[in-house]
């Protein structure tokens, strides 16, 4: 930056100015303090664009701080362009360590994944939201969902899941699949995978979401109730794979298919890029922590 | 195949550098200064502006240049810089009657106090392209003349003599002044944040809608009362003063439209007002706008919402375009686990309706929703 740019234009520590810091603050705090609502707060115009994680990232420029160390993830990989370039900002804004390891972070943003490896207390998983309504594409007004929500009204989302197994045979939505927190809010899970869903149950770690462009933030504070909604004779059911990992022979972990040629080929590798890597320095045989890895060898 | 998406680090950098050298074109040709953009592209400036809630002439000029003229990646580096900005205070309401005016027509009179002034318009310009122009041919000095001290009335004020149009709405004593860059935005709102959003909404955007009122989607019976373009002044209250603090002058487009209003049972048959208020000099996105927020006060009215441009959820939510663009942008952004999710979902019904009989195809169009 030359002399005359930084005399036009200056940044605070992690880009937000204190008093915005201090306003997210305290929309997050309130959402812990009624898992699952979404709190409106006055979100700001980031540096990367609406839809690109600007809820996310307001939230980790809020909470940051010089000793954290931060971990981004998009579509579960660490290296895919968006997540590189967010975590090049807090490197640039914040001066904050960066890491890849799950396990060694103690801020983990994340668009549409929940790592494999599971999350520990004292480590906080941020999400980047686009609609934060569930019942959104249900009813496209405000006005009309905060009353639903208030009102504790979801029979609508009940009657969409039935009417698609009505049609279908089954519940045919495979992402953003609502979920139930602590018997009171129904809350759009941000598009993870419903593969995801139950690794948001009961989680040791804090879990903020942050919709920027919607301005609404909510939280699942550690160790709360997460059900995803389902009929007892149709019950709430995860992705399964076929195959293992392609590259480290992982089971029951979510996979990216990637496509080798054009005459039908392909294989399926680890979502989770640093649980893939962390399993092939260890020679493929790590255990699955959600589940016995009964036919890896 | 799998280690392609490894070079995303590189690959940014090596786009950026791309972007950095196209974005300078060729190196023969002189470098673009911010003085030359503030001079010669002043209503892209103006845009800049008032789409980007910053009055900044200079800081505009060097987002139009970095983001190669595409004004609306212009407006968000304006929007992303001036959110971090601290907010001091609230400036007093400007009195658009003191302007030092450059501009002011009205449609509804054929003279009035203080006379129309045409000023640099391109209203009755042939739209000819001029050759000389890319020669850079010399240009003569504008006719001018010295400004008269008093006030110019605006068309509302003398409306109002004869209680003929609705005054100047009132913020109730126990509110302060809406901020929507400090505030998240609540349905229904009150018309000063729905002005603020107007204000740097989307032009293209708010003359759609304005347009479309004009074709019968919500008519409003719209006059153009007045619209001036000018420079007023800026004043601070500062609690340590006994008096407000002026903080200098800003240029802006102030559009008042006169709508028919046939009166209901709480008021009688008055004129009511749209109003557009911009940085700058936008004369079609203050006209826009006041066309907007008229037809966006319709429930105030009791009149039927039964177009886009009445339906405030509708036309705030959509309006402003750094928001609009990230969105419709994103979709750029890998979605492949939740492509996965779908794929999977979507072979194993193909699967499922092979062995069920008989499934209409009406019934299985919204399988892959």
């Avoid at chain 1, 640093?274 to 020679?283: I, M, T």
């Avoid at chain 2, 002044?177 to 032009?203: K, Y």
């Avoid at chain 2, 319709?298 to 405030?312: I, N």
Wanted: charged share 25%; hydrophobic share 40%.
């Amino acid at each position: 930056m030359s002399a005359r740019t930084s005399e036009i234009a200056s940044y605070n520590f992690a880009y937000l100015d204190e008093q915005t810091k201090r306003m997210i603050r305290r929309a997050i705090l309130k959402g812990i303090a009624i898992p699952g609502y979404q709190v409106p707060f006055a979100s700001r115009e980031m540096p990367m664009p609406y839809g690109w994680g600007t809820g996310g990232v307001q939230i980790t420029a809020s909470i940051i701080g010089r000793d954290d160390v931060l971990k981004v993830i998009d579509q579960g990989a660490d290296d895919t362009t968006n997540a590189v370039s967010i975590r090049a900002f807090f490197a640039r804004v914040a001066g904050v360590a960066v890491t890849t390891e799950t396990a060694k972070a103690t801020i983990i943003q994340t668009r549409h994944r929940i790592p494999e490896h599971p999350l520990g207390e004292g480590q906080v998983l941020v999400y980047q939201v686009p609609i934060p309504e569930p019942l959104r594409y249900l009813e496209p007004r405000e006005t009309e969902t905060r009353k639903m929500h208030a009102l504790e009204e979801y029979g609508l989302m009940h009657v969409k899941l039935y009417e698609d197994i009505a049609r279908h045979g089954h519940i045919a939505t495979t992402y953003a699949y609502p979920v139930k927190v602590e018997g009171r809010y129904v809350m759009d899970p941000s598009p993870t995978p419903k593969f995801d869903n139950p690794k948001m149950h009961m989680s040791p770690a804090l879990q903020l979401f942050g919709a920027g462009r919607e301005k609404r933030i909510y939280a699942l504070p550690p160790y709360t109730r997460v059900v995803s909604l389902d009929f007892e004779d149709h019950p709430f059911e995860v992705q399964r794979f076929e195959q293992p990992c392609a590259l480290c022979g992982a089971r029951n972990v979510y996979l990216d298919e990637v496509i080798l040629d054009d005459r039908g080929g392909r294989m399926f590798v680890c979502s989770d890029t640093d649980y893939c890597e962390k399993r092939r320095d260890e020679g493929g045989v790590a255990a699955n922590p959600f589940e016995p890895d009964e036919a890896a060898t | 195949m799998y280690v392609a998406v490894k070079g995303g680090e590189a690959a940014i950098r090596n786009a950026h550098r791309l972007l950095a050298d196209r974005r300078r074109g060729n190196r023969d040709v002189p470098a673009l200064r911010l003085d030359q953009i503030v001079e010669q592209l002043s209503l892209g400036v103006d845009r800049v502006m008032a789409e980007g809630s910053l009055y900044d002439r200079e800081l505009a000029a060097l987002a139009i240049v970095q983001s190669r003229g595409d004004l609306i990646e212009a407006i968000f580096l304006v929007r992303a810089y001036r959110t971090t900005l601290p907010r001091f205070g609230y400036t007093r309401p400007v009195d658009t009657a003191a302007m030092l005016v450059e501009r002011r027509i009205s449609a509804t009179y054929k003279d009035l106090p203080g006379g129309q002034l045409l000023g640099p318009t391109f209203d009755y310009t042939h739209r000819l392209l001029d050759p000389e122009l890319a020669a850079g041919g010399a240009v003569e000095t504008p006719a001018q003349r010295p400004a008269d001290a008093e006030r110019m009335s605006r068309v509302s004020e003398i409306l109002a003599g004869e209680g003929l149009i609705e005054p100047d709405g009132e913020l109730p004593v126990d509110r302060d002044v809406a901020d929507i860059t400090r505030e998240p935005l609540e349905f229904p709102m009150e018309r000063d944040a729905r002005l603020q959003a107007l204000a740097r909404g989307d032009e293209g955007f708010l003359l759609a809608l304005g347009y479309s009122t004009q074709r019968g989607y919500g008519r409003t019976h719209p006059f153009v009362g007045e619209i001036r373009i000018g420079e007023v002044e800026l004043e601070l209250d500062v609690p340590e003063l006994p008096f407000a603090v002026p903080l200098g002058r800003v240029r802006v487009t102030e559009c008042q439209m006169v709508n028919q209003f046939k009166g209901s049972a709480k008021a009688p048959p008055q004129f009511t007002r749209g109003y557009g208020l911009v940085f700058g000099q936008a004369e079609r996105k203050a006209m826009a706008m006041s066309l907007c927020d008229r037809a966006l006060r319709a429930r105030e009215f009791g009149e039927d919402v039964v177009a886009p441009a009445q339906d405030e959820e509708f036309v705030v939510s959509h309006l402003d375009n750094v928001q609009s663009t990230g969105f419709v942008e994103h979709l750029k952004l890998p979605h492949y686990v939740d492509f996965q999710a779908e794929l999977d979902l979507v072979r194993r019904m193909r699967a499922e309706h092979g062995r069920t009989p008989a499934v209409g195809a009406a019934e299985t169009k919204e399988a892959a929703e």
